[in-house]
């Protein structure tokens, strides 16, 4: 099976101005943009078809039923699979989104899962999705990963789990990003330094910014997960 005809990404990503109302993380407009720009580029570079879906594109009352609408309107333009992302993972890397394809290819399913207990990616198979299951799954709570892996288990012939990575959602994960900040780009690095900066919950701000560059983060133990592929 030829996975760059039957297979799709979905980038289901708000506005960076809808993100500024609905995360904890004051002043991070211009962040939010730049990790969609970051996020739609990674999955343009597999050469797989891509479907941005902001808040002006999304259907629904909440937020299961407006990522199912999503999710529905794709598979119904033709395609057998669908990777779904987010904007809000950093660490994900266009290797992943690849793999994923290859993974759906042979009839797999795919979970990337988030530290938070949610997913930062689901590779699915038009044939495994129910619309009303789907719908109905506790999304935006701590339980959304394990309930999410259960259905999966009972829809899919086998289920892939990728590796865990850090989503962006408050302060709390920026500081987390910076932990392991291998592999970012120096522009997101100063924009979250930029951010924690000004909203004065960085303990080393006074630090010279040319320390804190990938070429010079002496505190850095580095992450297990952004080697992956």
Avoid: C
């Amino acid at each position: 099976m030829n996975s760059q005809g039957t297979t799709a990404i979905l980038v289901f990503a708000n506005s960076a101005k809808e993100d500024l109302a609905n995360k904890s993380i004051p002043k991070g407009e211009q962040l939010f943009d730049v990790l969609t720009k970051t996020t739609l580029k990674k999955a343009k570079n597999t050469g797989l078809p891509v479907f941005h879906f902001s808040d002006k594109d999304q259907v629904g009352a909440t937020f299961g039923e407006r990522f199912t609408n999503a999710i529905a309107t794709v598979f119904d333009k033709g395609f057998s699979n669908l990777i779904t992302i987010g904007n809000d993972t950093p660490h994900l890397k266009t290797q992943h989104l690849k793999h994923t394809a290859n993974q759906l290819a042979l009839g797999k399913t795919v979970i990337g899962p988030s530290i938070d207990g949610g997913f930062y990616l689901l590779g699915l198979q038009k044939s495994n999705f129910e619309v009303a299951e789907f719908q109905n799954l506790p999304w935006q709570r701590f339980s959304l990963y394990h309930q999410i892996s259960l259905w999966l288990q009972e829809e899919s012939s086998e289920l892939i789990k990728l590796p865990v990575l850090q989503d962006l959602d408050n302060e709390r994960d920026l500081h987390s990003i910076l932990s392991f900040s291998f592999g970012l780009s120096s522009t997101l690095l100063l924009l979250i330094i930029g951010l924690l900066i000004r909203n004065r919950s960085l303990f080393y701000a006074k630090q010279n910014f040319s320390t804190l560059l990938p070429n010079s983060f002496l505190y850095n133990k580095g992450s297990p997960v952004v080697s992956f592929i």
